[in-house]
């Protein structure tokens, strides 16, 4: 079976919030040295498909720096590799996705060229382990044209997806898209596969939807199989859901650190992390290039960080190359690339004084992130020294706070 694989990656992903105005869903960074479509390429790479298209749109810039040749990935190669689309580099430069299944008429002349017999689809803005392999043997052996990937998920949780309802020989009977409440067990994870010639029949002018106008109307004709998935898998959609999927790391860090399946990225170059006589570190994720002379704990650093003298870090997640000065404290926070934080700073205090609430540019929302009091710090933003952020606080990027 020879695979074409296309890649979902023009999402802005709005619930992430500041993590993504400058940046791509795919390009938020996770687990303390990954961009999360690092993950999805990996998968890629490991179950041997090499013929790689990205759908690119939203601020694709980050994604384009870390991506380039694709040699992290092996993927720099004569016959096949990675390869970035954008509408505009077709001479349409207004002509914009206008929806996951438009993404991919946009871009059909590369199906129609592929001598595959089978185009898988994936969403890059999931972090997974998987091996499409298993997913690709059941799909030629059950005569499905489509297959789409689910995995059990909690009550709680199925608000957030397109759940699905399977009968006990594998044919999908029903879709509900991201319900209030529903009593269908596994959810939809983006990942389909299609037999080519089926997709191109479903794929015109019109379609713009995968899930809605192909989908479900693939679903009503009996030609969609599940496959059921049972490893390692993170919705990172929210910031609630990112945090905590950020967080079950430091509790078990080999959900992505298997010896047969390592994560690959793009590396930096950096030195191995330098920890202070006075340093502290517990139950944390610190990569190469970081500065530590404070106390981090329950946290994850990224490359080039620097933790000053008397500085406590807790709970936190901390992008590459910020710098949180003497005698500051964080909490629950997590802070963007190439921030400053001034010294004896306050983030994310657990309460709040009235004074805190008054500077019209502290963002105080009442998103997700709020209610689950995770402040949100953007990308090169300044805390001078003696900032006070309250728990659930939201900077956007290029702030200057005194």
Known sequence: MKILTM?????????????????????????????????????????????????????????????????????????????IMQPAHRGKA?????????????????????????????????????????????????NNPVTIACKAV????????????????????????????????????GI??????????????????IVFDILMPSIERGDVGGYLFGGYWEDTGSIPSYFKASMRLLKNRSLITKEDWSIFTRGEGLAPAKFSARASVHD?????????????????LFPGVHIGRDVQVIDSIIFSGSRIINGSRVLRTIIDKDVFVGSDSDIGRKRAAKKDFLDPRLGLVGGDHGKNRISLIGKNTRLHSGCVLPAGSMIEPESRMR
């Open 284 to 300: 944390s994720i610190v990569a190469d290039g970081c500065v530590i002379e404070g106390e981090v704990r329950g946290s994850i």
């Open 94 to 142: 207004a002509n914009w996705y206008l929806g996951t299944a438009d993404a991919l008429l946009q871009n059909i002349d590369i199906i129609r060229n592929s001598d595959s017999d089978t185009v898988l689809v994936l969403s890059g803005d999931q972090v997974y382990l998987m091996d499409y392999r298993l997913m690709a043997r059941q799909h030629a052996e059950s």
């Open 7 to 83: 890649i979902l990656a023009g999402g802005r992903g709005r619930e992430l919030s500041v993590l993504t105005r400058h940046r791509a869903k795919t390009s938020v960074p996770f687990g303390g040295r990954y961009r999360i479509i690092d993950f999805c390429l990996s998968n890629c790479v490991h179950s041997g498909l090499t013929d790689i298209a990205i759908l690119a749109q939203y601020n694709p810039t980050s994604l384009m720096e870390h991506i380039r040749m694709g040699k992290p990935w092996d993927l720099d190669r004569r016959s096949g590799g990675v390869y």
């Open 154 to 189: 909690s009550p709680k949780q199925r608000g957030r997806f397109g759940m699905v309802s399977m009968s006990k020989d594998g044919i999908v009977r029903d879709f509900q898209e991201k319900p209030v409440a529903s009593e269908f067990h596994n959810a939809s994870l």
């Open 192 to 209: 389909y596969m299609f037999d080519r010639k089926y997709l191109l029949d479903c794929l015109s002018e019109n379609k713009r939807d």
